[in-house]
Every structure is written in structure tokens, then in C-alpha cells.
């Protein structure tokens, strides 16, 4: 099967700006995640999305959301971005949707925004 | 708030060596911890995790200690090699419903001098 991929790989934006990242899951996966990683703050969930709902979320402002469709493929959105928002946003998904604990994340390599 | 502490940051390692990665979490709700190995352009991914019914997993030349009641765990990498060079990160998962949320350390960079 193949892995989870991601689209752009890279991108520039100016602050102000938003942009749309995608995120395809391992084929019959349920379930995907939204983390973003930064040298300063590491790896931290953005949310979680399952048969289209959102069912968890971090700590992010409103400015970041997501949406997943019937296919189960996702996307995130970042409006009026900030300097800040520069990271790599890594997808993840897992097949039944169950915790970490049941089941393994296998993550995508991630989208890397710049944002000027 | 960061509520799982990883050190060192950065480890350098003869070939051959034991490597060793050391976390401490806060959670008392965590009921799952992996590690994840990420090499440069790549995602996150899953190498070994441990409950905390146990005190100790080994797999290969990977072994994950577990200390319950002082809330640490660390990972051990024995006869390190070249290819090992990575970064490291440590988590936490709460479980129940906790989808898709696993908690992460700052993440160790490794690297094994040949």
C-alpha cells in the first residue's frame, strides 16, 4: 500500500495570506491527525478527523481548521497567517480510528510552509 | 504547557555504543508511550511503545524502561550504528478518547559516528 502522502511538500506564503494543505491517508484508513512541528515548540496536535467529523482538537486558534471527506482524505486551513505559523504540518492517519494506543499513527513527511 | 520533558537534546554516539534517551511526562492519565525515529524529510515513525503494566520492552537492539511511579521512561539503544542517526521523540497518549492526540516530547537528534 502506499503511505500517507501530502500536498504541496513545500510552500511560501506572506503573512496575511491562507493556504490549504492536503493530506490522502494509507488506502482504507479512517482516521487522520494534524500536527504541527517547530524547532521551538516540537510536535503538537492540531486535530483529529473520523467519518467526517471532527472528534478531538489542540490548542490552536480558530485561524487553523480542518475538514475530512467521505473518501476519507483531509484538508487543513490556515488563515491570516502570521510569521509563526512557518513549520512542517505532518498528517497522520490509522485504519479504525481507535487512540493512540490501539492503533499506529503512520505519518506522512509533512507539508513545509514558509510564511514571509 | 509541555507535558512531557526530553533529554538530551542532542546525543553523540560512537559506533557500537549505547545510546540512551530519557523522558518524563506529567499526565498520570497517559496509558500509552512511543517512541517515534524521524529521519530528515520523512514523517514520524513508530519504532517501539510500552504500557505502563510493564516495566521494560525490548525489540532488537531497541529497549524501552519504564518507571511508573516516577513518571519516567527512557529508550536504549544498544550496539548503535551509523543508521541510527535520527531524531528521536518520546509520547504520551491518554487513551479512551484521545483520538489521534499523542503528546510529544522535544525530540533527541542522534547521531552515531562511525
Known amino acids: 500500500k502506499a503511505g500517507v502522502t501530502q500536498t504541496p511538500r513545500y510552500l511560501i506564503k506572506t503573512r496575511g495570506q491562507q493556504v490549504t494543505l492536503s493530506c490522502s491517508p494509507i488506502?482504507?484508513?479512517?482516521?487522520v491527525s494534524w500536527y504541527q512541528q517547530t524547532p521551538g515548540q516540537g510536535l503538537q496536535f492540531l486535530f483529529e478527523?473520523?467519518?467526517?467529523?471532527?472528534?478531538n482538537k489542540g490548542n490552536f486558534p480558530g485561524r487553523f481548521s480542518g475538514r475530512q471527506f467521505s473518501n476519507s482524505r483531509s484538508e487543513m486551513n490556515v488563515s491570516t497567517l502570521e510569521l509563526g505559523d512557518s513549520a512542517l504540518y505532518l498528517c497522520?492517519?490509522?485504519?479504525?480510528?481507535?487512540?493512540?494506543?490501539?492503533?499506529?499513527?503512520?505519518f506522512g513527511p509533512g507539508t513545509r510552509l514558509l510564511v514571509l | 504547557q509541555q507535558q512531557v520533558k526530553q533529554s538530551p537534546q542532542s546525543l553523540i554516539v560512537q559506533k557500537g555504543g549505547i545510546s540512551i534517551i530519557n523522558c518524563a511526562y506529567e499526565?498520570?492519565?497517559?496509558?500509552?508511550f512511543p517512541w517515534y525515529q524521524q529521519f530528515p524529510g520523512k514523517g514520524p515513525a513508530l519504532l517501539i511503545a510500552i504500557r505502563p503494566d510493564v516495566s521494560e520492552k525490548k525489540e532488537g537492539r531497541f529497549t524501552i524502561s519504564f518507571n511508573k511511579s516516577a513518571k519516567q521512561f527512557s529508550l536504549h539503544i544498544m550496539d548503535s550504528q551509523p543508521g541510527d542517526s535520527a531524531t528521536y521523540f518520546c509520547?504520551?497518549?491518554?487513551?479512551?478518547?484521545?483520538?489521534?492526540?499523542?503528546?510529544f516530547g522535544q525530540g533527541t537528534i542522534l547521531t552515531v559516528h562511525p
Open positions: 509520547a504520551g497518549s491518554a487513551g479512551g478518547t484521545s483520538y489521534g492526540k499523542l503528546t
Open positions: 488506502s482504507g484508513h479512517r482516521s
Open positions: 499526565n498520570t492519565a497517559f496509558d500509552y
Open positions: 478527523y473520523f467519518s467526517e467529523t471532527q472528534r
Open positions: 497522520a492517519s490509522t485504519e479504525r480510528g481507535g487512540p493512540p494506543s490501539e492503533e499506529t499513527q503512520y
